[in-house]
């Protein structure tokens, strides 16, 4: 079992703090990175806690206190310099996102374990079962946008950073020896260039409210009135949307509507609080959407039927594959892949290549058998 840290973690919070950290690390080869975000707290999510840590010294960076990350920038962009990541595609979003960062040499120990077949791939379970360390999960879903922290959380904080460099190193042995390196190299590369979601209202829209698609038009035309107020609503208080109006409770009043307080407080999830916070503003609300023009759910074009064909064929040889690597499908092919594949329908070695360029490792392994199966569906 690895010892636990000899000191206590580095609170950074000023511009010379980050100033001094930088110049320090920046000669490190190797590094250990987190984040810490408010996504259950905040109407916009936004990174609250940046974890860095080296061999010897762990560092907790209070995003909150400092308008100006950029020196970290240099480091996240180092090819000479690793970065190890635990599930770093999050991370790495949010961090692009909030800061424009961009990123080069990571080594992600969730891709890794993945890759190895690894029964449970949470850091918890496998710094469990490698180094029997058991992490507190407790403060996972904690609200890392209050301060001060109090110092069980800046110890969890630092826990998902600390020991990395222990379990990257016993993953790459194994990546190694397995002849799973390059394509765990493959995959690190991917997540450097993970591309943002797609900016969207933030929950604005009825169509994504689970349960939502089984409402009528002019029910679904209330759904949507509802939605926008809630929207309103979590802006305003910079909360999620949530822990204004459930999307549960915006289902139930679009399909009773009711015009009363009375029959408002019937509705199944409204409590005095709601009732007294939200009853006049919510029936206001449903009489507009009930006079409001029917909306209709937006029209997607549907692939061609001999695009779904290839994509079947690829998605029957890819699962077939990982049933026989005890993997996830996605190790032996990317849906992204798949799908470009699927489109594209590549007739010989020379086209799929093109395709398959940011995978080189599984274009040699796999290119043949994907070929084949595109050129003769029936073939195993």
């Not at 000023?14 to 984040?35: C, F, G, N, W």
């Not at 939200?278 to 001999?306: F, M, W």
């Not at 489109?343 to 043949?368: E, F, H, V």
């Amino acid at each position: 079992m690895l010892p636990r840290p000899a000191s206590d973690p580095l609170w950074i919070a000023t511009p010379k703090a980050l100033q001094t950290m930088t110049a320090t690390i920046a000669s490190e080869p190797i590094l250990a990175i987190d984040t810490e975000s408010n996504s259950l707290f905040a109407y916009r999510e936004r990174v609250c806690l940046v974890q860095v840590s080296t061999p010897s010294t762990d560092y907790l960076i209070d995003t909150l206190a400092l308008e100006d990350l950029s020196p970290l920038a240099a480091i996240f962009s180092n090819p000479q310099q690793q970065k190890i990541f635990h599930a770093a595609e999050y991370d790495v979003i949010c961090l692009t996102r909030d800061y424009n960062f961009t990123f080069h040499n990571i080594f992600d120990t969730m891709i890794a374990a993945r890759i190895l077949a690894e029964p449970q791939v949470g850091l918890g379970s496998l710094l469990l079962t490698y180094f029997g360390i058991e992490l507190d999960k407790k403060y996972q879903r904690a609200n890392w946008g209050k301060r001060p922290l109090p110092d069980a959380m800046l110890d969890y904080a630092r826990m998902d950073t600390h020991y990395l460099f222990d379990l990257k190193s016993l993953l790459e042995e194994k990546l190694k020896n397995l002849g799973l390196w390059e394509l765990a190299l493959e995959d690190f590369a991917l997540v450097c260039k993970v591309e943002q979601p797609a900016v969207e209202p933030n929950g604005a829209s009825c169509w994504k409210v689970s349960g939502g698609h089984q409402l009528n038009c002019r029910e679904t035309t209330v759904l949507q009135a509802l939605c926008t107020y809630r929207d309103q609503q979590a802006q305003k208080l910079d909360v999620p949307h949530f822990k204004v109006l459930s999307n549960q409770l915006l289902v139930e009043l679009s399909q009773t509507a009711p015009h009363t307080l009375k029959e408002l407080k019937e509705v199944p999830g409204i409590g005095e609080i709601l009732l007294k916070r939200h009853g006049s503003a919510l029936l206001r609300v449903i009489e507009d959407g009930e006079q409001a023009k029917p909306i209709s759910r937006p029209s997607h074009k549907r692939p061609e039927k001999a695009i779904l064909d290839r994509l079947k064929v690829l998605h029957e040889w890819r699962k077939a594959q990982a049933l026989q690597l005890k993997v996830e499908s996605d190790v032996v092919l990317p849906r992204d892949f798949m799908e470009r594949i699927a489109i594209s329908n590549p007739g010989t070695m020379g086209a799929l290549k093109q395709i398959m360029t940011d995978i080189p490792w599984r274009y040699r392994q796999y290119g043949k058998a994907i070929i084949k199966r595109l050129n003769n569906p029936g073939a195993k």
